[in-house]
């Protein structure tokens, strides 16, 4: 079964530092989401692509968090400088004409 | 704007005890609505999905029926087990937009 490859699993970063995740969505989906997940509540929109193109970053802290897919396949989100608020779980997931969205595993950072 | 709104947790059952998880939504148009199912430490899982009035979704035991008359999509599974301690969230889809409930977090004690 396809998946949505996520990494690293887990991070550990010092406030003010940089850190980056990356994401391989399900070959074939044209839309990909990157969510933020903070513990006990639900997903919340980050980014969305549709092929290379940003549809929606309303949501994105565009002061320090960037986000690309360059080649239209795999992503990656960074953050810099990292905040304490930023500790949460980072999910991405991708999609297609079918009706659901297939998510990663996800990465959890932890700020200190 | 489109919503989801589903049942506050937490949630304690005993094994083989019937779950309702309830779902409503608020949407223009017609959406699909979906269960996500979230283990400690994973991402989401779909567990089941509808994407038209009266349309039943079922997996693993569990059902939901999406009623457009009163905009929900209820969770239910008739006996549970310890292995459905979990989060379960509630979604729609309008267009390439999912839009998340907060999670309803289950715990079923042997």
């Known amino acids: 079964e396809a998946e949505v490859a996520q990494s690293p699993r887990y991070k550990i970063t010092e406030k003010s530092q940089a850190v980056a995740f990356w994401c391989d969505p399900i070959?074939?989906?044209?839309?990909l989401y990157w969510y933020r997940q903070i513990l006990g509540q639900g997903p919340e929109l980050l980014v969305q692509?549709?092929?290379?193109?940003?549809?929606?970053d309303s949501q994105l802290p565009k002061d320090r968090f960037s986000a690309e897919r360059l080649k239209g396949v795999d992503s990656t989100l960074k953050i810099q400088p990292a905040e304490l608020g930023d500790s949460a779980m980072y999910l991405c997931?991708?999609?297609?004409?079918?009706?659901?969205?297939?998510f990663g595993s996800g990465t959890r950072l932890t700020v200190v | 704007g489109d919503s989801v709104t589903q049942m506050e947790g937490p949630v304690t059952l005993s094994e083989e005890a019937f779950l309702t998880i309830n779902c409503t939504y608020t949407?223009?148009?017609?959406?699909?609505l979906f269960w996500y199912v979230q283990y400690p430490g994973e991402g989401l899982q779909l567990l089941l999905k509808?994407?038209?009035?009266?349309d039943k979704g079922s997996n693993k035991g569990f059902e939901a029926t999406y009623r457009k008359e009163t905009t929900s999509f209820h969770l239910e599974k008739g006996s549970v087990q310890v292995s459905d301690s979990a989060v379960y969230f509630c979604?729609?889809?309008?267009?390439?937009?999912?839009?998340f409930g907060t999670g309803t977090s289950l715990t079923v004690i042997p």
């Open positions: 949407a223009t148009g017609y959406p699909s």
């Open positions: 692509f549709q092929d290379e193109s940003v549809v929606d």
């Open positions: 979604a729609l889809r309008r267009g390439n937009q999912f839009y």
């Open positions: 070959s074939g989906h044209a839309t």
């Open positions: 997931a991708s999609s297609s004409s079918t009706p659901s969205a297939t």
């Open positions: 509808a994407t038209k009035a009266d």
